[in-house]
């Protein structure tokens, strides 16, 4: 199953989308599924999908109170992604979460 999530079609593990579990109330296997499109991503030099997997698992780690975690993934590194896509509402966002 492949599918839509960003704008992108992903599904680097072969089993359902990282949006699929998301949607489906499955927090550790979404997170699990984002890892996979992360990695890919940057293997790949996507930045959008880097942008969104590395967002996604900040939110994730922020969510289950794991903020060594979530920083990792709200770093600097990814201000700067999303302000090269031009997305100023991220770009805040990520900049408001670091502080």
Same mark, same amino acid.
């Given at each position: 199953?492949?599918?839509?999530?960003?704008?992108?079609?992903?599904?680097?593990?072969?089993?359902?989308?990282?949006?699929?579990?998301?949607?489906?109330?499955?927090?550790?296997?979404?997170?699990?599924?984002?890892?996979?499109?992360?990695?890919? %991503?940057?293997?790949?030099?996507?930045? +959008? $999908? *880097?942008?969104?997997? &590395?967002?996604?698992?900040? @939110?994730?780690?922020?969510?289950?109170?794991?903020?060594?975690? %979530?920083?990792?993934?709200?770093?600097? +590194? $990814? *201000?700067?992604?999303? &302000?090269?896509?031009?997305? @100023?509402?991220?770009?805040?966002?990520?900049?408001?979460?670091?502080?």
């Amino acid at each position: 199953m492949r599918l839509k999530c960003a704008g992108f079609t992903v599904n680097p593990s072969g089993g359902p989308g990282a949006c699929v579990v998301q949607a489906a109330k499955r927090p550790d296997a979404a997170a699990k599924t984002w890892l996979d499109v992360y990695q890919l %991503a940057e293997v790949q030099g996507t930045t +959008l $999908l *880097v942008a969104e997997a &590395s967002q996604a698992l900040g @939110d994730h780690f922020f969510a289950v109170t794991d903020n060594v975690q %979530a920083a990792r993934y709200y770093s600097p +590194l $990814l *201000v700067e992604k999303w &302000s090269a896509i031009g997305n @100023d509402s991220k770009t805040r966002q990520c900049v408001t979460w670091l502080g």
